[in-house]
């Protein structure tokens, strides 16, 4: 089956997580499109392939004869969808043989993809493009990394002659929610390093992240008639406008770049009484980390000071830190990927990652695991797409690591 076939298969299931479920995986379709992938991996001939009861699926395909002492390499994808746009009912399309200019994901809403706001789409002038209607996200953070593996898998399989050593592949729930690598079973995955498949433009390399942490802060006002609300009324709306104009204003995402942290409201809901403000805090310097989550212990020490005790309650947990640490004593798997991406005609091009990825917290729980392109862009939102030819670069890449010795 081609890749994008795959991928486009995939994508019909909705498979959004949610962090706000206290269940594993955190929604029931994740593991519907887990029985699926069950059933396609035994098809393909894939050893030792389960999906245990949280939702994660492994298998893995035995070395060729002679290279049974070679080290197990491993390559892990997603298969939940962000929550931060729609994932269900996912229309998607193929532009092919793309020639420039604006997209019209969607003429009825007048939803369009304009080639001046997204310039990389000129790197793609001549190739098949998959988009979505305008309506929903496209899903291929991370299913193209899983019908890139699976594809991969099936040329493996079909072609005995090429010689290679084991291999793992392993597929986890509520990566989008931070929980990805909570239940991952390291030792019976059993590699002895992977890759996550689960970058953005065609030939990234990854293998620093942001430390990250999620900051919920709850404020808790007094209402009152208004007509007699003169020195009685707190109003938490705007006690909560009042905590985000005291984070410094140039360190909001919109505003940064490359190794800038920042911290980002993503969620701000509320009345007279009560107001929750969500954010999540990002950098790749541990010092500066830590010195943007005192900030926000501070500020509502502040408030509390000023408006009464209890009127701001703040909960900080951390999500996951920079895997630089932990891939620097194993930089040759870097080396390993950025060759077998000359060799397979990508060329490589090594960036921090500006966001997380399974890859982060495994690689503390002693799977140094750095983290390889998909080909795709503009996650998480309506504008996503992939082009086809880099899903497919991706799998003859991903051939690359596995034949190398």
């Given amino acids: 089956m081609k890749v994008e076939e795959r991928f486009l298969k995939y994508v019909t299931y909705h498979t959004t997580s949610d962090e706000e479920s206290a269940t594993v995986p955190s929604t029931s379709n994740q593991k519907i499109l887990g029985e699926v992938l069950v059933n396609e991996m035994k098809e393909l001939g894939i050893s030792d392939v389960r999906m245990d009861e949280n939702g994660y699926i492994y298998g893995a395909i035995p070395a060729s004869e002679g290279r049974e ?36 994901l969607n003429k009825e809403k007048n939803i369009i993809m304009k080639a001046d706001e997204f310039l990389h789409l000129n790197q793609y002038i001549g190739q098949d ?109 705007l006690i909560g406008m009042e905590f985000h104009q005291m984070l410094p204003f140039n360190e ?52 509390n000071d000023k408006y009464g005790e209890g009127t701001i309650e703040l909960i900080i947990k951390d999500s996951y830190y920079n895997m630089r640490k932990q891939i620097e004593p194993h930089m040759h798997i870097v080396e390993k990927a950025r060759e077998a991406m000359l060799k397979a ?22 799977l140094p695991c750095p983290n390889l392109s998909t080909g795709g862009h503009n996650f998480h939102g309506r504008y996503e797409y992939i082009p086809v030819q880099s899903m497919e670069k991706m799998v003859l890449v991903l051939k690359e690591i596995i034949l190398a010795k």
């Fill in 129 to 237: 493009i998959i988009v979505t209607d305008g309506t929903t996200l496209l899903g291929a953070d991370d299913k193209a990394g899983i019908a890139e593996i699976l594809t991969f898998a099936e040329y493996i399989l079909e072609h005995k002659e090429f010689s290679h050593g084991k291999i793992a592949i392993g597929f986890t729930p509520d990566e989008e929610i931070g929980r990805g690598a909570d239940h991952f079973n390291v030792q019976a995955f059993g590699a002895e390093y992977a890759y996550t498949v689960d970058g953005g433009q065609i030939g990234e390399i990854e293998y620093e992240n942001f430390n990250a942490a999620g900051a919920k802060v709850k404020i808790h006002g007094v209402n009152i008639h208004p007509g007699e609300a003169k020195n009685k009324m707190k109003n938490s709306i």
């Fill in 69 to 104: 002492n070679d080290p197990v390499i491993g390559f892990i994808a997603h298969m939940d969808t962000a929550p931060s746009m729609i994932g269900e009912n996912i229309k998607p399309k193929i532009i092919k043989d793309y020639q420039g200019g604006d997209i019209v």
């Fill in 252 to 303: 909001n995402p919109a505003y940064t770049e490359g190794y800038e942290g920042f911290q980002h409201l993503s969620h701000f809901e509320g009345d007279e009484e009560n107001s929750i403000l969500d954010y999540i805090i990002r950098d790749h310097d541990m010092g500066k980390f830590e010195q943007k989550k005192t900030r926000f212990i501070k500020i509502a020490e502040y408030l």
């Fill in 345 to 366: 005609g990508v060329e490589p091009i090594v960036v921090p990652i500006r966001g997380g990825t399974d890859g982060s917290r495994l690689s503390y729980m002693g």
